[in-house]
């Protein structure tokens, strides 16, 4: 070929790239619009729509922000770890480019960079933007190759929907071969006190900063048999623990091959965790220590606090652990993961429950409480839920110490089930209702002051909805 | 009464929510005023003289898997073989059953011995193959099964082995003979976890009844209130497209 017509095929080639840029960005952007003016909000319609007409526009548009990306990833706490980030870097004068509503595959994230795109598909944005974004475990698998982000934080690995993501292992694994196919350029944040994630560190040539919480006066030794991975990532032998925070999270050794948790460069120390409301905390990054209140339920938030801190401090963003402090202390809740809401005088908190270790330790905030409680179980069995429900079954409700339970979802027999022989209050359990309109006001109704909402994904999804037609919630957005 | 159930590896083949299992055959026999003795089967119980009934072993992610096999191959194999051959009333579930079969090839080629309660071999055909996921649905001779399958192995069951059922909806032991499970005597093995005995009291009941019958043949079984049960398997069978 002479050059000539080199050039002129690379003209027309990019000429054609351009034009289905244009073409994607219009359509897609015509779909917010729309979606808009119907009143519905963080979907993945647009970015699925600008998806299929251009494979790799989202990749384009992320290699475009000037500060470039951080990425959230892992089993549980990745929407609440990157909207503290978002909110600290936010808070600090930068802007940033985030997908708040927790639509997390490449689509969302698409629909969530699409509003800060110009009308040619170019985005526009400060010359100092930023980009936070959560994405699905597997769905890593899909960014990491074609792009270089600027950190790289990893919360955890708990076993979650199995007829989805496969085994523990297997995501570990995708994982490890990833970090070890990059150039080392990116930052990985991850917490150490995961046997997992240290082990998938191992496998990583560039920066790494470790991050974990201590909290040795509140629990257990050893994570009690049914937790997740009690065997070493490196060579199969019975990890032993001095502490365990939660599930399979703490300090670890492996006696078979010294394997052992790496030395945490940034430490949240748990001072008291007052039920599902709040906790104290102590942070020390290097030699700069600060005090949190942070007002987020449980154990698990402390870790998403750290995370987000850990991450916001080490990014070179400029970011003083005093303005983490200050934000982490003003923070409210995420979108169904502790939201609030009032109604008929009383209150209802919406708890997002995914997987046995998350639920178990919304159980374990709930046992906590001085007085029994009103608990509403939501169970679905939508492809994004887990169609599989049998992880139920290894979710402690036998720890509740209820007043009234009500239970509803596509899945209410199987739930109901599951309290009948978990034992409690077995004569209250014939309050199920398919129907979730129904199921509410039967549990408001029975609720004394404050009703707790234990939901699926799609289940949070539509109950969510439901309030906004009630005119109890806002839609949400961001 | 006092039953004593053996639970096998809970530490490490417990992964599709297998405890589901053995809660409901504590809780069932409870109702019926039958005390049941749980005992942890692995490399640190003392086996020594143990007494079981009924023996219970789940599902496990292939590491936890090879582990338990390689405990088989020892003090713990030896306790489980020796039960079997006395009648002691068995249900392996899922990684616990491909354990029960004459050998298991991994995902990656590896081949594991299993302890050979049942003629029959199970092989992965790798990590990019097909998985079989989803409800399922068995006919038993009488009545069904329901529950929720996911597994990479494929089962292939011997001469002298009996399916457990014949599949309905869903995969089974494999993709080409529409059979579920094994039966040999009073073992069972299926890979329905999901949580199959809750969802499956007439199953559960069975497996207790057989249990009591070693103590006093001719025990029957008192009756319980399973509306909730019957519901659940019910809607269980409705989204698999099932009626009755
Ligand atoms: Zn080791």
Redesign the pocket.
Known sequence: MSQVNVIIFDFWGRGIEKMREFVACLIARLAVWVLHLCGRRGTAFPGRIAEMLHSNYLIDLLNQIPLGVLLVSGTNGKTTTSHLLAEIIGRSGIEVIHNASGSNLTRGILSSVLPHCDWRGKLVVDSGAIGVFEIDEAALGQLLPAMTPRALILTNLFRDQLDRYGELDSIARLWRSLLMQTEGATRLIFNADDPSLAFVATGYSGEKIPFGVTSHNLNAAEPDQWSDSSL??????P?QYSYCSYSHLGDFV?R????AHPESSCIGAVKEIQGLTSSRFSMTFGPESIEVNLPLPGLFNIYNGVAASCAAYVSGLGIQPQRIMDVLSKTSSVFGRGEAFHIDGKVMTLLLIKNPTGANEVIRGLAGLETPTDVMVLLNDGVADGQDVSWVWDVEFSMLNLRSITVSGSRCADMALRLKYAECNADDLSYVHKDVRNALENALCRAREHLYVLATYTAMLEFRQELVSMGIAREYRK | MQLSVGHLFPDLMNIYADRGNVECLIRRSEWRGIQVAIHQINNEADLDGLHVDLLIVGGGQDRQQLEASNALQGAVGNFVRHACENGVVMLAVCGGFQLMGMRYVDADGLEISGLGIFDMETIHPGRQSRRAVGNIVVELEKGKLVGYENHGGQTYLGASVDPLGKVLVGSGNNFVDNTEGAKLEVAYGTYLHGSLLPKNPHFADHLINLACQRYEPGFELSELDDELEWCAHHEALKISGCTD
Do not use: D, E, Q
């Open positions: 070493c990532p490196r060579c199969s032998n990890l492996c078979g091959c010294g394997f």
